[in-house]
């Protein structure tokens, strides 16, 4: 499956053979020993993981359930009228089918699935950048993507990666990609990172948001006994990046996005702040299904937060 797929995550292999995670990973442990694979948090990948990048026909095959809930999630983030940035990815390929039903949208991106996701949403402006089309990725890349988001100011950024550390923030394996990833970045007011589980710990090549710029983080549910992601959840916590957790009830079907007409789920993180040089308290982690039942008190102390 590696081979084929270039990386696979433990609960995909363990969900195709039918065993326990456990079992996958101790067996992962061992072709690793002998030079077949090379392990990565909560997944495995051909060797050379750090500088090899798989291309999109392999990406598009792992942690799709994982990548659903991401995206519906991050579709509740943008409202009617705003202007944003996505960039290239699986993840964000699936944020932009949730993304077609927003009136008044305008998305810039460097990505022809992006793009071809939303041609047909007759309320959604897209506008593309220039640059050297990479295939693998089906991204505009090069000095005239670059050049072409020069003056822009969008609201937010959405981008994902190849991994993402507490210490070093999002990283891709590819020079190129990395360096319009990082003009998007310069491009928005806020950043928001999409990125699954087998992500967190992941470490590649090139830097392309370090942890301070990461407003957001959309993530999915680790699994339980995977006490490393939770850990790597809870640092980017503490050095005041908002997580939110799509929980196991959060795997929505896919689709092209909510019911036309519906209004974007807003109240699913709780609004946090920026860990201040005071000891100002930053963002909490928190899973988004926990936020749909609170009690009045709680409500109240959210709508003051917020208000603040």
């Known amino acids: 499956m590696v081979r084929a797929n270039g990386a696979v995550s433990l609960r995909e292999l363990a969900r195709v053979v039918q065993t326990s995670e456990v079992t996958v990973r101790r067996d992962v442990r061992a072709l690793e020993a002998e030079g077949l694979l090379d392990r990565r948090h909560g997944g495995a990948v051909l060797p050379g993981g750090f500088t090899r990048e798989s291309g999109f026909p392999q990406k598009s095959h792992l942690s799709t359930a994982e990548k659903t809930a991401i995206a519906d999630l991050a579709a509740g983030l943008v409202g009617e009228g705003e202007a944003i940035v996505v960039g ?52 505009l890349v090069g000095s005239g993507a670059e050049q072409s988001l020069q003056g822009l100011r969008v609201s937010r950024a959405f981008l994902s990666g190849s991994g993402l550390t507490a210490e ?21 007011a806020e950043v928001v990172v999409l990125a699954d589980h087998t992500k967190l710990g992941a470490d590649t090549m090139f830097q392309t948001v370090p942890t301070e710029l990461i407003t957001r983080l959309v993530t999915d549910e680790p699994p339980l006994h995977d006490e490393r992601a939770a850990a790597e959840l809870q640092s980017l916590a503490d050095q ?55 009690s009045g008190e709680q409500r109240a102390r959210v709508a003051d937060l917020r208000r603040r």
Request: positive net charge.
């Open 88 to 139: 290239a990815g699986t993840t964000t390929q699936e944020l932009a089918r949730r993304l077609a039903r927003v009136p008044g949208l305008t998305v810039v991106t460097n990505s022809l699935l992006v793009a071809q996701a939303l041609a047909h949403a007759n309320r959604v402006e897209v506008v593309m950048t220039g640059g050297t089309l990479r295939g693998s990725n089906y991204a």
């Open 168 to 188: 070093r923030g999002l990283s891709t394996s590819n020079m190129l990609s990395a360096s319009v990833d990082r003009a998007l970045v310069h491009a928005a």
């Open 240 to 294: 005041g990046v908002e997580v939110t957790v799509a929980g196991p009830d959060a795997d929505a079907p896919g689709g092209d996005g909510p019911p036309a007409g519906a209004r974007p789920r807003r109240d699913m993180p709780l609004p946090g702040q920026r860990r201040t040089q005071n000891g100002g308290l930053g963002p909490q982690l928190r899973s988004a299904s926990a936020l749909t039942d609170v």
